[in-house]
């Protein structure tokens, strides 16, 4: 009951605390000991934009919070900031034998230090040290532009911000870390609209490949025809229209589902997978012939990233267009993954 329509869809950028009962008099020592370590110490980091989103060029400023119950001396204040891909194949992906090679090497995008402070004392109580520098690369670096933010299901992009409060060899340093997210420059993306690629597509039983119901085929033909949008901004939606034109079974609902690729390559060859990261319905029931359905679907920022291709690993994201049909059969498998070709469901090709 379900036909399906992928399209490859090119983006551009844009435990609760534990309550320790009081110990026996008994007891000789406390429940938890950790070796030179200050009593009730911490340290924070807080950035000046809660967003916590910054852009190639920008200042980066924040505070470094420090609550102590007595004076410490250290040796300096250190601030890093570092950026990494993580490449790592998900068992499942490929073979027992190339899971446990499945870890690459991390690609480094960023590590820039900044002194804050050098040799000196924190007094007890709340202390806060303001630290700032520019998000760029370091002279020497190869890397003339930076990824965005992304956290995938095998590929990480991640910016994190590190404070280190150095204590010398005797002494356990205190240190914080805190992530902030990359994107890139507004300026940068493709806002004219002549620039929008809309691709055509056309669902009928001639172009599926798995087996469809004998209903769908004995019943009369089905067509389902429209256009979508493959390249847009990541903070506009994908847009389109579908319009059934036939179909002598009634419809069940049409999906919209988003998938991402991401591939690494892994000896001499790329791993590829597809997952599901968002599905929208924008049909429920079977819909009246010749009638124009928008589509209209907003991105989950947090979980996509321009469309990327670099060399050792690349993320792209997919569209599939889902339609289902009612039967008999359909009513048995509801949770039924929409990616799986079923009799009841019809399946588009990809788009680039």
Not at 4 to 20: A, C, E, F, N, R
Not at 24 to 38: I, K, Q, V, Y
Not at 44 to 56: A, F, K, M
Request: proline share 7%.
């Amino acid at each position: 009951w379900y036909y399906i329509k992928d399209v490859v869809l090119q983006l551009v950028g844009v435990q609760d605390p534990m309550t320790v009962s009081p110990d026996p008099p008994s007891r000789p020592f406390p429940l938890f000991h950790e070796p030179n370590a200050t009593p009730m110490s911490k340290i924070e980091l807080s950035l000046s934009r809660p967003s916590r989103v910054y852009r190639l060029g920008e200042s980066i400023e924040g505070k470094i919070v420090t609550v102590l119950t007595s004076p410490i001396s250290y040796q300096k204040i250190v601030i890093t900031a570092t950026g990494t891909v993580n490449l790592q194949i998900r068992a499942g992906v490929t073979g027992v034998i190339d899971s446990l090679y499945g870890v690459v090497k991390p690609i480094r995008i960023l590590k820039k230090s900044l002194q804050v402070a050098s040799a000196g004392k924190l007094g007890p109580g709340k202390i806060e040290t303001p630290f700032s520098f520019t998000l760029s690369p370091q002279e020497n670096d190869t890397i003339a532009t930076f990824y965005e933010t992304f956290h995938g299901g095998n590929i990480s992009i991640q910016y994190l911000i590190t404070a280190d409060v150095m204590r010398g060899y005797l002494h356990k340093s205190l240190s914080a870390a805190l992530e902030f997210i990359v994107e890139n420059d507004r300026a940068n993306l493709i806002t004219s609209p002549q620039l929008l690629e809309f691709v055509s597509f056309y669902i009928t039983q001639d172009t599926q490949k798995h087996q469809l119901l004998p209903e769908l085929l004995t019943a009369g033909c089905f067509r389902v025809t429209g256009k979508i949008l493959t390249q847009c901004s990541l903070k506009d939606p994908i847009t389109g229209d579908l319009t059934v034109e036939a179909s002598a079974v009634p419809i069940d609902s049409v999906d919209i589902q988003l998938l991402r690729v991401e591939s690494i390559l892994s000896g001499e060859r790329f791993v590829t997978d597809t997952s599901v990261i968002q599905t929208t319905q924008i049909a429920d029931g079977d819909i009246c012939r010749s009638l124009t359905l928008p589509i209209y679907v907003l991105l989950p920022r947090l979980l996509v990233c321009p469309t990327l291709f670099a060399g050792s690993f690349s993320i792209e994201f997919h569209v599939s267009i889902t339609v289902s049909f009612q039967s008999q059969l359909s009513k048995l498998y509801r949770k039924s993954d929409l990616r799986t070709p079923r009799p009841w469901v019809s399946v588009a090709i990809n788009y680039n």
